[in-house]
Structure formats: C-alpha cells, structure tokens
C-alpha cells in the first residue's frame, strides 16, 4: 500500500521477478535501445519539452539544524552557474580538475557544471582512503574540498615537522615565516624581492615543493566551500604557495553563490559575489541573496518556502555577515548557531572552534557549547594519528581511540591549547571546560552531513549527559 506510486524497481544485481514488477538493469537498458528504435525523435520532443524554469535537480539539504529538505532547482539555475563561473575568466579548458566531493552534493554538482561548458578534463574519483596518492597521480591544476581536506593535511604537516625535530623542524619554521612574509606582500599585489626573494626561493625548494607534491605539484589554486574555513588554516597554505580560494553559496542557491578571486584574495572572507548574484545585509545581521541560482522552493514544503524566500525573491540564507568596502563577503556564523549565554552575551562559535582547530596539533573536530547557559564548554575528537603518536613516545600505553581519548594526559594535552587560545579571546567567550569524545564524529555515527559538516543538535543530544555534568553546581558567569 504505500508502495502504490512505485511502478518498477529495477536491479543492478539480481534477478527480474516473474511479474515484471522488478526489473534488471539490463533488461531497462535493451527497453530503452527498442524504444529509440521505435521512437527516433523522442529524445528531440523530451528535449524541446523542457523549458529553462522546468525542474532540473531536486537535492535534499544536509539537515544540519533539522530535518533536510528537497531543494528544487531549475535548468536556468544550473546554466547561470555555468555563466558565472565562464564570467570569472579563473578557469580554463588548459586546467585540471580532480573532483572526489559526493556526486549527490550541490558542491560537487556546481563542479560538474563548470567542467561540462569549459570543458575542463576532470579526474573523478571517490575513494578518500586513498585522496592524496591518487591527487598525486592526476596532478590537477585546480580542485575543490571541504574545510576538513586542508585542516587534515595541515595538521598532518605540521605534526610531521615537530616529530622531525631539530634541524628539520627549524628549518620548517623559517621556511614558514618567511612565507608569510611573502604572503603578505602577494595580498598588497606585490612580489618579493632582493634578500627575500632568495630565501623565498630556498624555502619553496627545501620545504615548500614536498607539501605541494602532495596535490600533484601542478595545482594554481584550490577553492574550500562547504563549511567554513579558518583563516589561520589559509593563510598558512599561501605562505607554502599553495592558494586555496574560499567560496560560499547553499544548496538553495545552487552553491556557488560568492568566491574569492586569484588576484584579489581576502583571507578570512568568501569574496565578492559571483556575477549576476546580489549580496544584502539583513537589520538583524543575516545574508541575504537574489540571482537566477536561487531555488524554486522546497518540495512539498510551502511554509519552509515562504520562511526562506521572501516576495521580492531574496534567499534568507541563515548566515550572519557583513560585507566589505572591497565587496568581499564575511561570514561570522550561523543565525541559528549564534550562541546566547545565560548573562546574555551573544557567541560566535565558528570564530573559537576555528582557532582551536587552527592552533592545536591534537584536536581533530570541536564543538563549543554554551547556548542558555552558565559559560562555554567544548566537545573535542582527538586526532588520533598525531595523539598515538605522542602517546608511544611518551610511553603511554593504549588499546584503541576511545581509550586513548579516556586519558588523563591527553586531556592535558587539550586544555593547554585551550588555555592559549582563552587569552585571546573575552573572557565570556572562553571555554570554561573541556570534554574528550570516545570517538570522532562521522557520517556513519550520523554527527556528521555528508559534506563533513557537524549536526550540532545531534551531537548535543548524544552527549547530552556529558554537557549538563558540566554545567551542574554553578553560577553565571556576567
């Protein structure tokens, strides 16, 4: 009975049923060769059929503050994306793209579309085990990732060098600072010179060169979307002459909505707004968006549509933001992730799991919590590979992450980088307290979106008895 609509269902595996009612896929596609046979002009009628504001993608949003919700764009959505990206002159059909972000994925789909109308050859490949040996093989000029990709392999460099120790390692650090010397004339438009262009140039040979191998050695840039990324994190990329341009759009605006520019980068930012996208600043902070990459509304969902897109037809994206003198745009987090203690004060929690995850070798994934409450906590998944290997030179024994996690030294090891971190930061805005999570949060466990996002209400839920040991026996903090 509630299968009633269904007429077919068809197997890649298997066998037909008797009826009819379960097909092969073999069986669908010698149907499909017979009709074309019969019907020579059926794919020019099904094609003149549609119309640019016909229904071209129906994609589920990654629910990552409640239920997802079927996103419905149309064909024009997708050739607006394909214009714009065409528009921007950035990329080329000399490049190289290596795509391996979910093919179901607005991010990915965005990326697809930009290799079919400049003709781009895009290496497709989904195995993430094996994400750098085969990066290394394609040797792509350019290529897109989540926030988590770059905060792995920063993490894994920067763990590398400190193991290395002495001479290595110090050569690792004046390597850095003098590229960040030279990043910081790159962003006023300007080259290095004189002394510095030398060691520039003993920097990029020594050290610089083994970490662009990892992504081929060929890549001009890299574009970070998805969730955001700390600007610690890419500003330590361009000082390795690595370039990894930040962007930002939803999947109700067909994604790619605003992205920096090769020749006018501000980290920290997701750039100007593509062409044909117009950016405006809500009374209340929030970003708001207009373009033809806007969707139609959510399947079935017309009070979620009217929520979302207003008469006018601007997206309330439920990001709060300001946007630049130069044009650029700058997220600070999310409407619904803003977080409002109980003295009242209002924290971004991007801005602080941004920076420990920037700053601290062992903290794999954070969450800050502190929503109506007394102070901020937060929920760290260790880096398993960096914390073991600490853990076997510091003679501490373990049998797996959970009980690696358990560790009283490893607890240590956190909060020192806590610590660091709480200078900077105002004093309602420091985490009080720190909880290590007996494993990292995933698809599988359903903490994560499949673009890697974290689902604060399900990780908040899950650890819920940990989160109120915390807050138990105190007062406000004003």
Avoid at 382 to 399: F, L, M, N, P, Q
Avoid at 423 to 428: C, I, N, T, V
Avoid at 458 to 476: I, S
Wanted: proline share 4%.
């Amino acid at each position: 009975e509630t299968l009633s609509t269904v007429k077919h269902v068809v197997v890649f595996e298997g066998k037909a049923t008797s009826d009819g009612w379960v097909k092969t896929l073999a069986e669908v596609e010698r149907m499909g060769r017979e009709h074309a046979a019969s019907h020579p002009q059926a794919y020019e009628h099904a094609h003149s059929a549609i119309r640019s504001d016909s229904l071209a993608t129906l994609i589920y949003t990654s629910g990552t503050t409640g239920a997802p919700k079927g996103v419905m764009l149309s064909h024009d959505a997708w050739v607006y994306e394909s214009e714009a990206m065409d528009r921007l002159g950035i990329i080329t059909p000399a490049d190289k793209q290596f795509l391996f972000l979910p093919l179901s994925h607005v991010f990915a789909k965005v990326m697809q579309i930009i290799a079919i109308r400049l003709g781009v050859p895009t290496a497709v490949d989904g195995s993430v085990p094996d994400l750098v040996e085969n990066i290394g093989h394609a040797r792509p000029t350019w290529m897109g990732a989540v926030p988590r990709v770059f905060e792995k392999v920063y993490n894994r460099v920067v763990q590398n060098a400190k193991t290395s120790g002495g001479v290595k390692l110090a050569l690792f650090q004046w390597s850095v600072e003098v590229g960040r010397q030279v990043s910081q004339l790159r962003q006023k438009g300007q080259q290095p010179s004189g002394v510095l262009k030398l060691k520039y140039q003993v920097a990029d040979r020594l050290v610089f060169s083994k970490i662009k191998a990892l992504f081929g050695g060929r890549l001009r840039f890299l574009i970070s979307g998805g969730a955001p990324l700390a600007q610690e994190i890419a500003e330590f990329f361009h000082a390795c002459d690595i370039l990894i341009l930040e962007g930002y759009g939803l999947t109700e605006s067909s994604a790619a909505s605003c992205v920096n520019r090769p020749d006018a980068v501000i980290f920290g930012t997701v750039g100007p707004p593509v062409p044909g996208t117009e950016v405006r600043i809500a009374e209340d902070g929030e970003i708001l968006l207009r373009g033809r990459g806007i969707m139609q509304g959510y399947y079935g969902k017309p009070e979620a549509t009217a929520q979302a897109l207003g008469d006018d037809g601007w997206l309330h994206t439920g990001d709060i933001g300001v946007v630049l003198d130069t044009g650029h745009v700058k997220i600070t987090d999310r409407k619904k992730e803003i977080i409002v203690t109980a003295g009242g004060k209002n924290i971004a929690p991007a801005h602080v799991q941004g920076l420990l995850k920037a700053r601290s070798d062992w903290v794999e994934q954070v969450l800050v919590h502190g929503d109506k409450r007394n102070f901020c906590v937060a929920l760290v998944a260790i880096d398993e590979e960096a914390v073991g290997r600490w853990a076997r030179d510091h003679g501490v024994s373990y049998t797996d992450y959970a009980d690696l996690a358990s560790k009283p030294e490893v607890l240590a090891l956190v909060q020192a980088d806590v610590d660091a971190i709480n200078k900077e930061l105002p004093r309602y805005e420091t985490i009080k307290k720190v909880g290590l999570l007996p494993e990292t949060m995933s698809v599988e466990n359903g903490l994560l979106t499949p673009s890697f996002k974290v689902k604060r209400k399900e990780v908040e839920a899950c650890y819920a008895e940990l989160l109120d040991g915390f807050y138990e026996g105190t007062v406000a903090e004003m």
